[in-house]
């Protein structure tokens, strides 16, 4: 290796990066980072930047969620030069394709004792990690199996009989992670578990199948999220034990909420398709990434990706968490947008509309409601922006508020929450995203929380739509997508959580004081009138 001019070493042989995402939901903002160093990276040094999906997850992986993916990386302009599109030399790029590599490498491992047979049943797991925690220890295979003959191991599996793959970690001493911006991170190799490589049904772990494929694909620089540090430990003694290199680390940092917590869809919206969906410029949404943890050498906000690429130097990322600051992202969004001329900011605006590709769909819902072309653009407004502000019609957030079935209005924002909040889980996991599946999902909720139909309904429309009024509800929310509709419902949620129910319910339990007193002030009149009174005509 030699050092490059930005300090990071770089192999003789050319460099080549990868981005790994695991197709398990929505495009992260987080993905969009790492790929966006990695790239810049591959193209500062003349190398490669691949991208591999790693759905070793069979259950929680769908071929939706990589679709997505690398659609919003390509929004994005963060086109990868091999992949499982586009083909390449170090092929298949999905894991799930490449299942006998993985398993030809966990025999190498049995074979020279870096990797041993387990046959433990879920039941004593669960008994080891019960007395592990009384104990106050914290969880470690107990190593059971780590001392069974090999021979009569393999002899008990080729009866069928159910195991999965451990590495053997090392018990004493430390293992040295070299982390490029942090220098060796040491670790004590008794807390690091014996890891399962490849389970019980023959599919291989992130940690097997991410170094095998890390070497096969000839990676030279590891760029990648924070949180994984702690496995390469267990990825350092999987290099050792096969006899490989390992490549350089660079453990980039977390992006954090404005309260330094790391970032979560909770504080944040942290879906790429909501970025493009807000009207966000792709060159400005790189541009604000570029920046976290990072800066120009002439400290300059607005630059290109090639001046990224010409500048850039990875020693000089900051660890110390970056915040995702929306309304940084849209100062710099708007400076792009001034720097156009006129003209170009039009054609960017109805590009962006055609782009969209969802105006037919747009059409046919709202086409019972446009009686002039020029309501068009206010009745299609909802699907062509991030969030909407619901102003007088919050109180209908309050589940049962204006009930009519029953008079009085029902003040209940905590069975309002949770209709949402259980709304909110369903449609995370709901797949596909179907007007079938989003209705059966919102008359759950909506029973659930014991709330009429009509107002668990009118709840949901105003939190996604802003308004009372909106077309079909179900439709509009398949169209909107699941991104941005589960940041509206959020939105009502935290609404509902904060201070803003109570000035509605203040506000309701005012108007009604103020009809009672009207009545018992009309009461006394006709008292002393000596007249009849009938409350209803109030
Ligand atoms: N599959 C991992 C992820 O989802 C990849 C982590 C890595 O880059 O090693 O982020």
């Known amino acids: 290796m030699s050092a490059s001019p930005s300090s990071i070493p770089v192999p003789k042989t050319p460099v080549r990066v990868r981005i790994a995402p695991s197709p398990t939901g929505d495009p992260h903002v987080g993905t969009a980072y790492i790929a966006l160093f990695n ?54 790029y999905r894991q799930s394709e490449r299942s006998d590599l993985y398993i030809a490498h966990c025999e190498q491992l049995i074979a020279s004792a870096r990797a041993y047979r387990c046959f433990c049943s879920a039941e004593r797991l669960t008994e080891v990690r019960a007395a592990q925690r009384a104990a106050g220890v914290d969880w470690r295979y107990d190593g059971h199996c780590r001392n069974h003959d090999p ?35 040491i670790y004590d190799n008794h807390r690091v578990d014996d890891q399962i490589l490849l389970k019980s049904d023959g599919l291989p772990t992130y940690h097997l199948a991410n170094v095998v494929d890390d070497h096969l694909m000839e990676i030279t620089h590891v760029i990648r999220a924070e949180e994984w540090i702690n496995s390469t430990p267990k990825h350092m003694e999987l290099y050792d034990a ?19 917590s790391k970032i979560s869809k909770r504080k944040n919206p942290v879906s790429l398709d909501y970025y493009q969906r807000s009207g966000i410029l792709p060159e400005a949404f790189v541009n604000f990434l570029s920046l976290l943890g990072y800066s120009m050498p002439d400290e300059r906000e607005v630059f290109t990706f090639a001046e990224f690429v010409a500048d850039l ?25 001034r720097a156009m001329t006129p003209a170009q900011l039009a054609n960017r605006a109805a590009a962006w509309l055609e782009e969209d590709g969802r105006q037919e769909a747009i059409a046919e819902l709202v086409q019972e409601r446009v009686p002039t072309l020029a309501s068009w653009n206010q009745q299609i407004d909802m699907f062509h922006r991030g969030t909407v502000s619901w102003g007088e019609d919050a109180r209908h957030l309050l589940v049962g508020c204006g009930s009519r079935k029953k008079k009085s209005v029902r003040l209940d924002a905590k069975r309002s ?26 008359r759950a909720s909506v029973t659930k929380a014991g709330a009429l139909i009509g107002d668990g309904f009118m709840a949901v429309r105003v939190a996604i739509s802003g308004s ?16 941005v509709t589960l940041v509206r419902l959020r939105a009502a949620v935290d609404w509902l959580r904060g201070k803003g129910h ?37």
Request: aromatic fraction near 6%; proline fraction near 6%.
């Open 39 to 92: 790239l810049a990276f591959a193209r500062s040094h003349g190398g490669q930047f691949v991208l591999r999906i790693e759905d070793t997850d069979q259950k929680r992986s769908s071929s939706e969620s990589e679709a997505a993916i690398l659609k919003s990386l390509s929004w994005c302009g963060l086109q990868w030069d091999e992949g499982p599109d586009v083909g390449g030399p170090y092929g298949p």
């Open 151 to 185: 021979a009569a191991s393999k002899a008990r599996a080729d009866t069928g009989e159910t195991h999965v793959i451990r590495l053997a970690m090392p018990t004493e001493g430390t293992t040295a992670v070299p982390d490029a911006l942090r220098g060796a991170v």
């Open 242 to 260: 096969f006899g490989w290199e390992p490549p350089v680390f660079i453990h980039m940092p977390l992006l954090r909420n404005a309260d330094k």
């Open 313 to 337: 130097d990875l020693s000089r990322i900051s660890l110390g968490g970056p915040v995702f600051d929306r309304v940084k992202l849209e100062h710099i969004n708007g400076l792009y947008l």
């Open 417 to 442: 929450r949770l209709m949402f909040e259980d709304l909110i889980a369903q449609l995370e996991a709901l797949k596909p995203w179907q007007r079938d599946g989003i209705e059966a999902a919102l």
């Open 468 to 483: 009372t009024a909106s077309p079909g509800l179900f439709e509009s929310i398949e169209t909107l997508g699941r991104a």
């Open 502 to 538: 109570l000035e509605t319910e203040i506000a309701g339990l005012e108007k009604r004081l103020a009809a009672l007193r009207t009545s018992q002030e009309r009461l006394i009149e006709a008292q002393s009138a000596g007249g009849r009174f009938d409350p209803r005509e109030n």
